[in-house]
Protein backbone atom coordinates (compact mmCIF):
# COMPACT_ATOMS: atom_id res chain seq x y z
CA UNK A 1 0.00 0.00 0.00
CA UNK A 2 2.52 2.18 0.83
CA UNK A 3 4.89 1.74 -2.33
CA UNK A 4 1.06 2.07 -4.14
CA UNK A 5 0.97 5.29 -2.62
CA UNK A 6 4.58 6.35 -3.27
CA UNK A 7 4.45 6.26 -6.91
CA UNK A 8 1.27 7.93 -6.92
CA UNK A 9 3.04 10.64 -5.13
CA UNK A 10 5.69 10.70 -7.77
CA UNK A 11 3.84 9.84 -10.42
CA UNK A 12 1.29 13.20 -9.45
CA UNK A 13 4.42 15.53 -8.63
CA UNK A 14 6.12 14.18 -12.13
CA UNK A 15 3.11 15.42 -13.87
CA UNK A 16 2.93 18.99 -12.13
CA UNK A 17 6.99 19.29 -12.70
CA UNK A 18 6.24 18.31 -16.26
CA UNK A 19 3.58 20.80 -17.13
CA UNK A 20 5.88 23.48 -15.57
CA UNK A 21 8.74 22.59 -17.32
CA UNK A 22 6.36 22.89 -20.38
CA UNK A 23 5.27 26.19 -19.69
CA UNK A 24 8.89 27.51 -18.61
CA UNK A 25 9.98 26.03 -22.11
CA UNK A 26 7.26 28.02 -23.75
CA UNK A 27 7.84 31.31 -22.08
CA UNK A 28 12.20 31.01 -22.15
CA UNK A 29 13.51 33.32 -24.62
CA UNK A 30 16.65 33.72 -22.68
CA UNK A 31 19.93 31.93 -22.88
CA UNK A 32 20.88 29.65 -19.30
CA UNK A 33 24.28 31.27 -19.24
CA UNK A 34 23.37 34.79 -19.31
CA UNK A 35 26.72 36.58 -20.10
CA UNK A 36 29.53 34.46 -21.04
CA UNK A 37 31.84 37.38 -20.44
CA UNK A 38 30.74 38.67 -17.44
CA UNK A 39 33.29 38.10 -14.84
CA UNK A 40 30.54 39.29 -12.27
CA UNK A 41 29.55 36.40 -9.04
CA UNK A 42 26.64 37.50 -8.96
CA UNK A 43 25.47 37.39 -13.06
CA UNK A 44 26.95 33.28 -12.11
CA UNK A 45 24.43 32.38 -9.59
CA UNK A 46 20.86 30.62 -10.64
CA UNK A 47 18.33 29.62 -8.13
CA UNK A 48 15.52 26.99 -8.52
CA UNK A 49 14.70 23.87 -6.68
CA UNK A 50 11.47 21.69 -6.52
CA UNK A 51 8.26 21.39 -4.84
CA UNK A 52 6.48 18.44 -4.69
CA UNK A 53 2.84 17.40 -3.44
CA UNK A 54 1.01 14.32 -3.49
CA UNK A 55 -2.45 13.48 -2.01
CA UNK A 56 -4.15 10.18 -1.94
CA UNK A 57 -6.42 8.17 0.01
CA UNK A 58 -5.16 9.12 3.67
CA UNK A 59 -2.17 9.95 2.18
CA UNK A 60 0.21 13.01 1.99
CA UNK A 61 3.22 14.17 0.63
CA UNK A 62 4.67 17.92 1.21
CA UNK A 63 8.13 18.54 -0.64
CA UNK A 64 10.17 21.64 -0.56
CA UNK A 65 13.70 21.47 -2.23
CA UNK A 66 15.20 25.34 -2.94
CA UNK A 67 18.81 24.84 -4.67
CA UNK A 68 21.61 26.84 -6.04
CA UNK A 69 24.25 26.77 -8.60
CA UNK A 70 27.18 28.70 -9.45
CA UNK A 71 28.00 28.05 -13.36
CA UNK A 72 31.64 27.83 -14.27
CA UNK A 73 31.13 28.47 -17.76
CA UNK A 74 28.72 27.52 -20.01
CA UNK A 75 29.43 23.74 -19.33
CA UNK A 76 30.11 22.90 -15.82
CA UNK A 77 28.17 24.26 -12.69
CA UNK A 78 28.60 23.27 -8.56
CA UNK A 79 25.79 24.42 -6.57
CA UNK A 80 24.03 23.25 -2.85
CA UNK A 81 20.13 22.63 -2.30
CA UNK A 82 18.40 22.09 1.13
CA UNK A 83 15.38 19.81 1.09
CA UNK A 84 12.64 19.10 3.18
CA UNK A 85 9.60 16.31 3.04
CA UNK A 86 6.62 15.55 5.50
CA UNK A 87 4.74 12.23 4.68
CA UNK A 88 2.03 10.90 6.53
CA UNK A 89 -0.14 7.81 6.01
CA UNK A 90 -3.18 8.00 8.44
CA UNK A 91 -3.41 5.43 10.78
CA UNK A 92 0.10 4.10 9.92
CA UNK A 93 3.13 6.51 10.31
CA UNK A 94 4.08 10.12 9.76
CA UNK A 95 7.87 11.59 8.83
CA UNK A 96 10.01 14.56 8.52
CA UNK A 97 12.80 14.37 6.34
CA UNK A 98 15.54 17.34 6.07
CA UNK A 99 18.50 17.76 4.77
CA UNK A 100 21.13 19.26 2.11
CA UNK A 101 23.02 18.14 -0.99
CA UNK A 102 25.97 19.28 -3.03
CA UNK A 103 24.98 19.02 -7.12
CA UNK A 104 26.79 19.16 -9.85
CA UNK A 105 25.83 20.06 -13.45
CA UNK A 106 27.94 19.03 -16.68
CA UNK A 107 26.95 20.49 -19.90
CA UNK A 108 28.35 18.45 -22.88
CA UNK A 109 25.67 20.40 -25.29
CA UNK A 110 23.26 22.78 -25.12
CA UNK A 111 20.31 20.48 -24.68
CA UNK A 112 22.41 17.82 -22.46
CA UNK A 113 22.50 17.93 -18.65
CA UNK A 114 24.27 15.13 -16.96
CA UNK A 115 24.56 15.95 -12.99
CA UNK A 116 25.35 13.97 -9.78
CA UNK A 117 23.72 14.29 -6.30
CA UNK A 118 25.09 14.08 -3.08
CA UNK A 119 22.48 13.81 -0.46
CA UNK A 120 22.34 13.38 3.05
CA UNK A 121 18.58 13.38 5.05
CA UNK A 122 18.01 13.08 8.81
CA UNK A 123 14.48 11.22 8.96
CA UNK A 124 12.25 11.21 11.63
CA UNK A 125 9.35 8.25 11.47
CA UNK A 126 6.54 8.45 14.12
CA UNK A 127 4.73 4.97 14.03
CA UNK A 128 1.58 4.79 15.39
CA UNK A 129 0.29 1.72 16.83
CA UNK A 130 3.78 0.53 17.83
CA UNK A 131 5.67 0.46 20.70
CA UNK A 132 8.83 2.08 20.35
CA UNK A 133 7.00 5.55 18.74
CA UNK A 134 9.54 6.70 16.22
CA UNK A 135 12.41 6.37 14.08
CA UNK A 136 15.33 8.66 13.69
CA UNK A 137 18.80 7.88 11.65
CA UNK A 138 20.45 9.38 8.21
CA UNK A 139 19.49 8.57 4.53
CA UNK A 140 22.72 8.78 2.38
CA UNK A 141 22.29 9.00 -1.58
CA UNK A 142 24.11 9.64 -4.19
CA UNK A 143 22.12 10.29 -7.67
CA UNK A 144 23.74 9.93 -11.23
CA UNK A 145 21.00 11.73 -13.30
CA UNK A 146 20.97 12.89 -17.58
CA UNK A 147 18.24 14.66 -18.77
CA UNK A 148 17.65 16.65 -21.53
CA UNK A 149 17.70 20.73 -21.41
CA UNK A 150 15.80 24.02 -22.93
CA UNK A 151 16.04 27.66 -21.69
CA UNK A 152 16.05 27.20 -17.80
CA UNK A 153 14.39 23.47 -17.63
CA UNK A 154 16.02 20.36 -17.76
CA UNK A 155 13.71 16.93 -17.46
CA UNK A 156 15.68 14.08 -17.43
CA UNK A 157 15.91 10.89 -14.94
CA UNK A 158 18.30 10.20 -11.98
CA UNK A 159 19.57 6.72 -10.36
CA UNK A 160 20.28 6.07 -6.81
CA UNK A 161 23.74 4.39 -6.69
CA UNK A 162 23.59 3.86 -3.19
CA UNK A 163 20.38 2.52 -3.38
CA UNK A 164 19.32 -0.53 -0.53
CA UNK A 165 16.22 -2.05 1.51
CA UNK A 166 16.83 0.65 3.89
CA UNK A 167 16.72 3.76 1.72
CA UNK A 168 13.53 6.36 2.35
CA UNK A 169 12.91 6.11 -1.38
CA UNK A 170 10.64 3.49 -3.02
CA UNK A 171 12.91 3.05 -5.96
CA UNK A 172 16.32 4.04 -6.72
CA UNK A 173 15.19 5.30 -10.67
CA UNK A 174 13.58 8.67 -10.54
CA UNK A 175 12.20 11.20 -12.73
CA UNK A 176 13.04 14.51 -12.29
CA UNK A 177 12.17 18.25 -13.37
CA UNK A 178 14.54 20.82 -12.29
CA UNK A 179 14.62 24.59 -13.16
CA UNK A 180 17.17 27.38 -12.71
CA UNK A 181 16.16 31.29 -12.97
Do not use: C, H
Amino acid sequence: MMRKNRFLSISSSFLIFAALFFSTVALAQQNTFQSKSSNNFRDKIQFGGGLGLGFGSGYTDITVAPSAIYNFNEYVALGIGAQYKYLKQKDSYASNLYGGSLIGLINPLPEIQLSVELEELRVNVNLMGSNSNSLDYWNTALFLGAGYRSGNATIGARYNVLNNQNNVYGSAFMPFVRVYF
